[in-house]
């Protein structure tokens, strides 16, 4: 599986704005049927520039799901979030590739 990250700092005078819109965008995201799934985390520091930060993480099954996305419908999806907090934005893009999921083990003594 692959992991498309978008890192997200937004001016907080449209914080609570951005956020309503962001559940229609990430369904716009998911709806391309590129991806299985999408978390909405917020990460916890204090910015120099000031704002709050967001990641959305969204998962694809195959290396193909998230190219056909950047082919298909990335640019248009961006362009809808620069055209309505282009300015009071700033967005950077990660990809990772899940290896694998460790969970704690139980032991009794």
């Known amino acids: 599986m692959y992991i498309y990250n978008v890192t997200i700092n937004i001016n907080e005078a449209v914080c609570e704005e951005w956020l309503t819109w962001m559940e229609t965008h990430i369904l716009d995201v998911l709806n391309t049927g590129k ?4 978390k909405l985390t917020e990460v916890l520091v204090d910015e120099e520039m000031g704002g709050k930060t967001y990641s959305i993480q969204y998962t694809a099954n195959t290396r193909e ?3 056909d996305y950047y082919k298909e ?11 309505k907090f282009g300015d009071k934005m700033l967005a950077f893009r990660t990809e ?5 999921e460790y969970y704690p083990t139980n032991s009794t003594n």
């Open 35 to 38: 991806f299985i799934s999408a």
């Open 65 to 67: 799901d998230l190219d």
């Open 73 to 83: 419908d990335a640019d248009r999806l961006r362009r809808e979030s620069l055209k």
């Open 96 to 100: 990772l590739r899940f290896i694998k």
